[in-house]
């Protein structure tokens, strides 16, 4: 599969955001606001999206693993996603699939 230049911009930016915003809210909070960690936990709202996240997890390493993509496989998905978070990992792994198809062809 190949990618327009304007999608491949648009994957970029999404796993920027998904890095550099969403954990760096992450990390802000674990580390100078430990307090909101804890009531996130407690929140049920928040416990929703967390199980949500944790359900996806291992179906779209299934999945990847299915489907036989590498580079990043479906290991390189988990600890991209573990590191970062699905907002990265995803677009991320698109650019870097369809980059090894785009050389090959």
Do not use: H, Q
């Amino acid at each position: 599969m190949k990618l327009n230049k304007s999608y491949r911009i648009l994957l970029r930016v999404a796993s920027g955001f998904g890095l550099l915003v969403i954990n760096g809210v992450f990390l802000y909070c674990v580390i100078f606001k430990p307090e909101l960690v804890g009531e996130a936990m407690g929140n049920l709202y928040s416990l929703v999206f967390m199980l949500e996240a944790f359900i996806l997890l291992p179906l779209l390493c299934f999945l990847i693993s299915i489907y036989k993509l590498r580079s990043p496989n479906w290991v390189g998905f988990l600890v991209l996603s573990l590191l970062g978070s699905l907002a990265f990992s995803i677009p991320f792994s698109v650019l870097l699939w369809t980059r090894e198809k785009d050389n090959s062809g």
